[in-house]
């Protein structure tokens, strides 16, 4: 006889029909009780949007027909259902983050402001979703080297609480490292956007590095796979070609960069929504640089030891070099400032903004 | 069946085995709301199987158990038996609240036969209870664990709101959803005035 055990951890799949029966009685019943205090404009965590992933029958159909399989093959395609099963077919969403959330990023990256207006548009629509759901088309963030642009969408994936992948285009051969590789080849193996979904949140940040720089071959881009993922109608029923198990992966949010937008595909550029991102202004380049800092900080293992504040006259320093060289002056200022024996920085320790002309010096003379 | 009624005792006399089966027909507020259909039918099932050669059979009291109404004969009978047995089982997967379909579930001082929405008030409370009282122990001994979303059991998260649950990094460089036993010390206001409007849904069974 099954015996469930409340005392214990729960057996079985989470979206199970009893459970789900006894979820909506517990909500009913919390519903029926509000805190008193409590602000009901804000979901229960048991009402996190959720969505199948999968269809149960269809990944049936897809374990018997693993069965038919070369040895290899079985093992490979058996493994990659087992952990499927194991997440089940309802996966999380991502929600709408809170708008300080996004004031946040906009304090850190004053020059991406239309962007992160836009989103906040998208998290308005969202907010009109019983579960506040969040989806946003995909977005192509264009302009000169060194903008923020791929630092943006990293920020924008943990303000959301999502899986950040970043697919590198400009080394990209071949779209099976995106969309798998099918079963007839010995090497064959689930794509970058099936092992995406393989988490309990189906709603990850992929972002497309470097779109414009795709291979330039004719008979067969390698970017063939956006064309299918990029709209959402298509996108529901995502079939990577090793496993052969449609995916629902119309709720991964897409962000490009590229410096050029008139090299990327037509049929690719026109599925985006194109912002360009400029350089910072200089009166904006002290929250930039403050930005860089805690960032620096939070993840170097020295960053304990110094003061994570930048004094004006450093950021009036900082703010003469370019966004991308703003790390590596700040770390060579740190280090100098640690042999010197002091916790804290001072201007002289930031390296002079690199001369124009100097940086031509080496290499092929510019007439 | 009506050869067999036929040729049992004759009219205006009740056998031993009809007698039985009438009394238990009164004694089925002894046996819980939702399984009275089950063994009611048990009993027009019995009642349609008199016969002669059952005349002597008594039916022995139904015995209400954790896990279904038990009802057993004096004597050895395939028949008799199958319908006991059909009714033991019958009630085993039956709600015994609600007669809707269920299992046996541990609550926290015994084992019933409850559907989800039954168990529903039950489970809550129970988790409730655990973790009000982990929280307790946690708060003697000073320390602020963290807790993730798959460790919280459903149940009690259906009562944390959203905003208590943070994103965080975990080992395999993935992120999970988690909170804190500080973060859930706030909600147990909430939680006493839930146990306390649970009291009266749970008091049945308890």
Redesign the interface.
């Known amino acids: ?7 214990g ?2 057996r079985g799949s ?1 979206a199970s ?11 009913a ?2 519903a ?2 509000p ?1 008193p205090d ?2 009901t404009s ?7 949007p959720l969505r199948p992933v999968y269809s149960e029958a269809e990944f049936e159909k897809r374990k018997a027909w693993a069965l038919g399989l070369s040895e290899e093959s079985r093992k490979m395609v058996l493994t990659h259902l087992k952990q499927a099963r194991a997440l089940g077919p309802m996966r999380r969403v991502a ?1 709408v983050p809170q708008p300080s959330c996004i004031d946040a990023i906009e304090t850190d990256f004053p020059h991406c402001a239309p962007v992160l207006e836009w989103i906040r548009q998208f998290v308005a629509l969202g907010k009109l979703c019983p579960g506040q759901e969040l989806s946003f088309p995909p977005l192509l963030l264009s302009g000169p080297p060194g903008t923020g642009k791929t630092a943006l969408s990293q920020r924008l994936a ?1 303000a959301l ?1 999502t ?1 950040h992948h970043t697919i590198d285009i400009a080394s990209l051969h071949a779209g099976f490292t995106i969309s798998g590789l099918d079963t007839s080849y010995s090497t064959a193996r689930p794509g970058l956007v099936w092992d995406a979904l393989q ?2 949140c189906m709603s990850p940040l992929i972002l497309l590095d470097e779109l414009d720089k795709a291979a330039d071959d004719q008979r067969r881009t390698p970017l063939g796979f956006l064309y299918q993922l990029l709209e959402p109608m298509t996108a529901r029923r995502f079939v990577d070609a090793a496993i052969g198990l449609p995916l629902d992966a119309s709720a991964i949010l897409w962000i490009a960069t590229c410096n050029e937008p008139a090299a990327i595909e037509p049929a690719i550029r026109s599925r985006f929504q194109e912002f360009e991102v400029p350089l910072p202004k200089s009166t904006q380049m002290p929250a930039v640089a403050r930005s860089i800092n805690r960032e620096m900080l939070a993840i170097a293992p020295w960053g304990d030891a110094f003061d994570h504040e930048l004094s004006p006259d450093i950021l009036e320093r900082v703010s003469a070099i370019p966004p991308r060289r703003v790390l590596h002056a700040l770390r060579s200022a740190y280090a100098t400032a640690a042999l010197h024996g002091r916790r804290r920085l001072i201007a002289s320790d930031v390296p002079l903004a690199p001369d124009a002309k100097r940086a031509h010096a080496i290499g092929f003379i510019h007439q | 069946m009506s050869k067999l009624n036929n040729e049992a005792a004759p009219p205006n006399v009740e056998t031993i085995f009809g007698q039985t089966i009438e009394m238990h027909c009164h004694r089925q507020m002894d046996v819980p709301e939702g399984w009275r259909p089950a063994f009611l039918d048990a009993l027009v099932a019995l009642n349609a199987v008199k016969c002669a050669k059952r005349d002597n059979l008594i039916l022995l009291s139904p015995v209400v158990r954790h ?1 279904g109404v038990h009802v057993q004969a004096s004597g050895e009978d395939a028949v008799v038996d199958g319908i006991c047995r059909k009714l033991r089982h019958r009630t ?1 997967y039956t709600c015994r609240k609600c007669g809707r379909p269920g ?6 001082l015994d ?1 019933r036969v409850l ?3 039954c ?6 409370k ?2 409730i209870e ?1 973790c009000m009282a982990s929280l307790t122990r946690s708060a003697e001994s000073g320390l602020d664990r963290l807790i993730t ?2 460790e919280m ?3 009690l ?9 943070q ?1 965080v990094a975990s080992g395999n460089g ?4 988690c909170t804190t036993q500080s973060e859930l010390r706030k ?1 147990t ?2 939680w006493r ?2 146990l306390l ?2 009291e009266s ?1 749970t008091a049945d069974l308890e």
């Open positions: 006889m099954h015996l469930e055990l409340f005392t951890r729960q989470p029909r009893d459970l789900a029966i006894q979820l909506a009685c517990i909500r019943f919390v029926e009780h805190r409590a602000d804000l979901p229960l965590a048991a009402e996190l929600r943990r609480g899986e988490h309990p | 896990d085993r299992h046996a579930r541990r609550l926290p084992v559907c989800g929405s168990a529903a008030p039950r489970a809550m129970a988790k655990e979303f798959d059991p459903p149940q998260r259906a009562t944390i709101p959203a905003a208590a649950w994103k993935q992120g999970t959803y909600l206001g909430h005035h839930l409007a649970l849904v």
